[in-house]
């Protein structure tokens, strides 16, 4: 996908929107709490497509106790295919392509000196928003250009169900291109079908509300 370079302040603005989206986007904890008052006077001086959408959700987090928070996030995104946190599964669900897709964002990784921890899958979106925003921001940029209608179908699988992680994500879009006509109608197509299935080789890329969890591990 070709999209027009950002300007540097551009760039960093989108880096300041993409680590707050990682922080927000991770489990919920005690922790993300005691982060809220950096993560809100960090995203004060963003854009306003970018700085109200995580304003609102920093302020549904102030308001809301961590179980409540924790009790959604799993709701959400772990028992509902549609908000699937790992980009992959959208273009390529339970197939072996999707193992060489992985392949790409730990290749990304590395290249910029990065390994991650077991716990962590290297296609989580908030992982790839924190390689984006601290690790290497041009590769990262490109990894959530190229699973843009997934990041697409996720925003509108949030907005379907009234989930305040809906703001989250259009902060995250409003740092990408608008979509073009094939990534339009990629989002249709994924909508109505579905990420594709396959009956063998699926191990070990099990659907993500199978795959094993540890505590604290982003899901």
């Known amino acids: 996908m070709s999209a027009a370079r950002p300007s540097a302040r551009e ?6 929107t993409w680590q707050a989206a990682s922080a927000l986007l991770s489990y919920p904890d005690e922790q993300l709490l005691v ?20 304003g609102r959700f920093l302020r549904h987090v102030e308001a809301t106790t961590v179980l409540e928070l924790a009790a959604h996030f799993v709701t959400t995104f772990d028992l509902q295919r549609r908000c ?3 980009l992959t599964y959208y273009a390529h669900g339970d197939t072996r392509k999707r193992g060489m897709a992985l ?3 730990k290749t990304a990784y590395r290249a910029a000196g990065l390994e991650l921890v077991d716990d962590e899958l290297p296609d989580h979106l908030a992982v790839v928003l924190e390689f984006a925003a601290t690790g290497d921001p041009k590769a990262g940029r490109q990894l959530l250009l190229d699973h843009r209608a997934g990041i697409e179908l996720l925003r509108l699988a949030l907005e379907d169900t009234s989930s305040p992680y809906v703001d989250v994500l259009r902060a995250v879009t409003a ?5 073009a006509g094939d990534e339009r109608d990629a989002v249709a197509r994924l909508a109505a079908e579905g990420p594709p299935v396959e009956e063998v080789g699926l191990q070990p890329f099990a659907p993500p509300e199978y795959m094993p969890q540890t505590e604290g591990a982003r899901r």
């Open 35 to 54: 982060h809220v008052p950096l993560v809100h006077a960090a995203v004060e001086g963003l854009p306003d497509a970018q700085s109200a959408p995580l």
């Open 84 to 86: 699937c946190l790992y």
């Open 175 to 179: 740092t990408l291109p608008p979509l």
């Open 11 to 16: 760039l960093r603005d989108h880096q300041v």
């Open 103 to 105: 392949l790409a964002f």
